[in-house]
């Protein structure tokens, strides 16, 4: 972080807020990027005092956040924290509907502290079918492990970078004071404001599938489709028929003479035997 300081001042580092201007619009200019590209992005800050402003711009321009414990595996495992927001959703669908009712007062007190728990981690991200585009970290030598994880998976992090932070692990940071309430909510806000902003620029879901009429989202995806409405119509093929064969026909020919044979003979002998 020595290149984002301007001096250093009985002790206390002063960083420079010209490369800080700087950074953050390059952050604004990929996270809108991203945006604009249909992903969404994951807002990461577990101090306490910071909680609220990070809330509260992730909930105002659309983006998930992480305001508790960082779950390992949030991002590497995604698939059981799929499960688990899952299991959230089910909770709170049961006891919304009267669903638990029924259950003793144990089981339903078990149920609550249940979706109290999953609710209190995965608020934030209840939302979340995918991974997302971006993350955005707060203080990324706190939020070590979600850098890490995030590294991995080759998603671009977004951090506030103070002087004690190690930037290699960071693709884009902006140098700024991660403990200042102040100098958070100002770096924050222009982030969400990004977002908000490239959320409005994006066309509405309806208008993107009216124009292409197609509902992949690849273009190899929508060629094929165009080349199925293009190829005629087979005609439908009708079922072979199976050639009878002569030692078939023979062998119920003569299961039905047998059949015919057996009652005339059987009337013979009742009739030779009144005879009698």
């Not at 105002?60 to 390992?72: D, I, K, P, Q, S």
Request: glycine content about 6%; overall charge neutral.
């Amino acid at each position: 972080m020595r290149k984002y300081i301007f001096a250093a001042r009985n002790g206390i580092h002063v960083i420079d807020l010209k490369k800080t201007h700087a950074l953050l619009k390059d952050a604004q200019e990929v996270v809108r990027e991203k945006v604009t590209g249909g992903e969404r992005v994951l807002f990461v800050c577990t101090k306490r005092q910071l909680r609220q402003i990070v809330e509260e711009e992730a909930e105002r321009c659309g983006a998930f956040y992480v305001t508790e414990r960082w779950l390992g595996g949030m991002l590497t495992n995604f698939q059981t924290i799929k499960k688990q927001i899952r299991r959230l959703k089910e909770l709170e669908r049961g006891i919304e509907e009267g669903a638990y009712e029924f259950y003793t007062k144990k089981e339903q007190l078990l149920l609550e502290r249940e979706r109290e728990k999953l609710n209190k981690y995965l608020v934030g991200v209840k939302d979340m079918g995918r991974l997302p585009g971006a993350i955005f970290v707060v203080d990324a030598k706190k939020e070590e492990i979600a850098v890490r994880e995030a590294n991995k998976l080759g998603i671009p992090v977004v951090a506030i970078a103070d002087t004690n932070a190690d930037p290699d692990m960071i693709d884009y940071p902006i140098p700024g004071n991660d403990d200042a309430i102040r100098s958070v909510s100002v770096i924050t806000k222009a982030i969400a404001d990004a977002i908000e902003m490239a959320r409005k620029e994006m066309p509405d879901a309806s208008q993107r599938g009216d124009e292409g009429g197609v509902t992949y989202s690849t273009e190899h995806g929508a060629q094929e489709v165009e080349e199925q409405k293009d190829r005629p119509k087979r005609p439908k093929r009708r079922p072979k028929r199976r050639r009878p064969r002569p030692e078939a026909i023979a062998q119920v020919k003569s299961t039905d003479e047998e059949a015919k044979a057996e009652p005339a003979a059987e009337k013979e002998d009742a009739e030779s035997a009144e005879e009698e």
